[in-house]
Nanobody, 116 residues
Framework: VQLQASGGGLVQPGGSLRLSCVVSGSIFSINEMGWYRQAPGKKRERVARITSGGNSVYTDSVKGRFTISRDNSKNTFYLQMNTLKPEDTAVYYC???????????WGQGTQVTVSS
């Protein structure tokens, strides 16, 4: 199983980016998909997750600005990030938790830098 994250870059404050995570390999079922981020000197934090049932949860600092979504036909899920702030600068990672053993797979990070 491999996860390939992409879509990061440099953006000005107030701008937008859309991150993508393509999932490949043999998976029976996915319990949930998530996006995490880690800024320099800080712990990795969960930004958003979406369950197999379509329920999404966001950390407070991104509510109303970020949206997690998925396209099962493309084995891809996304993080749409709007109204970006300098404090959103971090390396963003995608992950999935799979059924039946709840194993977690991680993608490589993609750098998001919000700066003028």
């Amino acid at each position: 199983v491999q996860l390939q994250a992409s879509g990061g870059g440099l953006v000005q404050p107030g701008g937008s980016l859309r991150l993508s995570c393509v999932v490949s390999g043999s998976i029976f079922s996915i319990n949930e998909m998530g996006w995490y981020r880690q800024a320099p000197g800080k712990k990795r934090e969960r930004v958003a997750r979406i369950t197999s049932g379509g329920n999404s949860v966001y950390t407070d600092s991104v509510k109303g600005r970020f949206t997690i979504s998925r396209d099962n036909s493309k084995n891809t899920f996304y993080l749409q990030m709007n109204t970006l702030k300098p404090e959103d600068t971090a390396v963003y990672y995608c992950n999935i938790e799979v059924w039946p053993d709840d194993y977690v797979y991680w993608g490589q990070g993609t750098q998001v830098t919000v700066s003028s």
